[in-house]
């Protein structure tokens, strides 16, 4: 009987080290990302760029996370800028082709795509925390590409406390303005204002322009 | 809490130092002697409840040593017992194998050795008749002749003649009989080759006989030491289990390294089976299975094992009769064998998803043109990878032997290390007690020291007194003498 005793230990133990190597999750492993482009004026030149941060993160998403991209224009608050959404399935193989199509599908629009007047950012990241609150993802990420200008029409109102308790707000490509290089101070008020706005709505921020390095987005 | 809160008694310093200076070690004093009662009451239980302790801890010492040493002898008897079984088993298969021939190899060297003796007897050489007519020559050689006569010289010759032909058939004769002798002898060589090489065997049988005797003797040796509970059959059967120990925790190690790799190899496929997504007690289930599966087949190897009798972890699967045990066996293969496979299947969709996902994240990632990839080396790849991925299973099977190793010596080692532990907390409950005891007189010492100024009061008036009590002594002493 001892010698089951041990024998049960000994199993436990195995067992113990096994799945020590395991990869251990926090609450839920899947990833969520909302990624904002930015369509307006002449920042539609930059969106090849923006192609490689979308392959980028579709390379390092994994079978059961999700992504979504829509653009911003003059009023982002809205289903109907969502480009391309998906939660990608739990087998690999499903993942590999839902991946090369999302890439289709963002490469035919970046080619026809149409500068917009005004740029809504701030409606877009409403549209971004409704869409990653109702997906559930354990880990939200929103990808802000844009030179971060925001341009509201007459009328529109965005003065609104963004809730971004648990989102990480990464903004890519901040490209500086003319303006911005007649006075810096611009530029970084301008930035400022985003951190302070995001950090005060519980997200965090960090923004990357070195596309080189894009490492940081997942980490 | 700074120290003026401590010192600021009253608002006033001077008032708070007359209070620290005077009356606080006037109050001391006056405490002085329930003071160190107590004292000397608290380091007194401190060090008794400790000594209790520890005599408590030395005596639970003491019980699990003599457990430890019984577990240890027991096992040492079953496993001594074992091995002595075996050893005269195989002086029984040597016995019966070897000499269970005897009777038949006695009668072979009797017929060689009959043989040799005919043989010999027909090589003998039998010394030849001397000549009879010797005496004739002599007799002819002494009759009286007349001088002129020829006739003895022609019968001289005619003997002469004679001799010559008789001569030389007797040598043809010597010759023959010799080159028969030889001939014999020749025919006896095999047959002293045979009788050698039939005598070299039963030596080489006696002395393997001899060799295992003396190993049983060996063993038979330390079995009575262990039936006889001797320190000496302790200390060694204590050494070897350690031992053992050591060596089948380094041969698990290597064996759970395999395990890992194994793992790896079929966690990736298992998510395209069961999904990736979806958890079981927080791990992914994909993880789980495949850790399923090589639990699986390291019990599936565990109970083929115990049906070869090779372990003894199951006493009711060693109490199967024998019939049954073949049959568990090879269904426990059977099974094995199936989980081998689908384990080579998987290694192989394992290198199918990684090539897809290595191709999607190249495609993703590589700038503008196509991709090309170098597939011409992948067949080596998934080769090594379904190769592994059937032969683990197979070298998993092992692991029953060191993990019986591990289990039995395990115990030994536990009641080492408790033994170790028990010894400890004795020696540190028996420091906190003496400690305690000699901290008390301590603190004595330091109560004293900070009510110095009345204990000096004190013995100035004590000495003042004694000093004027001998003097009136002294007077009344000289009075009355």
């Excluded at chain 2, 007194?44 to 003491?62: F, T």
């Excluded at chain 2, 002086?91 to 009797?110: G, H, I, N």
């Excluded at chain 2, 289990?407 to 400890?424: D, E, F, K, N």
Aim: hydrophobic share 45%.
């Amino acid at each position: 009987m001892k010698t089951q005793n041990l024998l049960a230990l000994v199993f436990i133990l195995i067992i113990a080290a096994l799945l020590s190597s395991c990869s251990r999750s926090e609450a839920a492993r899947d990833h969520g990302v909302y990624m904002l482009l930015d369509t307006s004026g002449t920042y539609t030149n930059e969106l090849k760029q923006a192609q490689r941060i979308i392959n980028y993160t579709l390379a390092e998403l994994k079978p059961g996370d999700t992504f979504a991209i829509a653009r911003i224009d003059t009023g982002s608050f809205s289903e109907k800028d969502i480009i391309y959404k998906q939660t990608f399935d739990s087998r690999p193989s499903m993942t590999n082709q839902q991946k090369r199509l999302f890439r289709d599908v963002v490469g035919k629009f970046v080619n026809k795509v149409k500068p917009s007047s005004y740029t809504d950012i701030t409606g877009g990241m409403l549209q971004a925390i409704e869409y990653l609150n109702e997906a559930g993802p354990g880990k939200k990420t929103i990808l802000i590409f844009s030179d971060l200008k925001e341009e509201l029409k007459k009328n529109y109102v965005r003065d609104i406390p963004l809730q971004l308790d648990g989102h990480n707000v990464i903004a890519v490509n901040v490209t500086k303005l003319r303006s911005d290089n007649v006075d810096p101070r611009e530029y970084m008020d301008r930035l400022e204002n985003w951190r302070a706005k995001v950090e005060q709505g519980g997200g965090t921020w960090k923004v990357i322009n070195d596309l080189e390095r894009l490492e940081p987005i997942f980490n | 809490m700074q120290f003026s809160d401590i010192f600021m008694i009253t608002s006033s310093p001077l008032v708070s130092s007359i209070i620290w200076v005077i009356v606080v070690p006037v109050v001391l004093y006056l405490a002085r002697t329930p003071a160190h009662r107590a004292i000397q009451a608290f380091s007194r239980v401190m060090h008794n409840a400790m000594r209790l302790s520890a005599n408590s801890v030395l005596i639970a010492e003491k019980k699990l040593m003599e457990r430890n040493k019984e577990v240890l002898l027991a096992a040492g008897r079953i496993d001594s017992g074992r091995i002595i079984e075996r050893e005269f088993d195989r002086v029984d298969a040597t016995v019966r194998k070897d000499l269970a021939e005897y009777p038949s190899l006695q009668r072979k060297l009797s017929e060689e050795i009959e043989q040799i003796d005919e043989d010999y007897s027909q090589s003998t050489e039998v010394p030849p008749q001397p000549p009879g007519w010797v005496k004739a020559v002599e007799a002819v050689a002494n009759i009286e002749v007349n001088k002129g006569d020829p006739t003895i010289g022609n019968i001289l010759e005619d003997i002469y003649e004679s001799l010559k032909k008789a001569s030389a058939n007797a040598l043809k004769e010597y010759r023959h009989s010799s080159h028969e002798r030889h001939k014999s002898l020749n025919r006896m060589m095999p047959h002293w080759r045979k009788l050698s090489s039939t005598l070299t065997q039963v030596d080489k049988n006696v002395n393997s006989l001899l060799e295992r005797s003396k190993v049983i003797d060996r063993h038979m040796e330390d079995y009575e030491q262990i039936l006889k509970q001797t320190d000496r059959a302790t200390r060694m059967l204590s050494s070897s289990s350690l031992t053992q120990f050591f060596i089948s925790a380094f041969v698990l190690a290597i064996a759970v390294g395999g395990a890992m790799i194994n793992f790896n190899l079929i966690a990736l496929p298992m998510s395209e089976m069961v999904g990736a997504k979806s958890q079981i007690l927080g791990y992914p289930t994909s993880e789980v299975a495949a850790l399923v599966i090589i639990l699986v087949e390291v019990s599936l190897g565990l109970f083929m094992m115990e049906s070869m009798r090779i372990t003894r972890l199951f006493p009711v699967i060693g109490a199967l009769n024998d019939k049954m045990r073949i049959r568990m066996l090879w269904i426990t293969f059977g099974f094995l064998f199936a989980l081998a496979s689908v384990e080579s299947g998987l290694a192989y969709m394992r290198e199918i998803l990684a090539q897809q996902n290595y191709e999607v994240t190249a495609s993703l990632i590589a700038s503008e043109g196509t991709v090309v990839i170098d597939t011409s080396m992948r067949w080596i790849t998934t080769a090594a990878q379904m190769g592994m991925g059937f032969i683990l299973p197979f070298a998993l099977v092992f692991v029953a032997i060191p993990l019986e190793s591990f289990i039995h010596s395990l115990r030994t080692v536990l009641g080492v290390l408790g033994v170790a532990t028990l010894r400890l907390g004795f020696l540190s409950l028996r420091f906190i007690g003496d400690a305690s005891r000699f901290l008390g007189r301590g603190f004595i010492h330091v109560y004293d020291l900070v009510i110095f100024a009345p204990l000096w009061v004190e013995k100035v008036i004590l000495d003042k007194k004694h000093a004027s009590k001998s003097g009136t002594d002294y007077d009344s002493g000289s009075i009355s003498t």
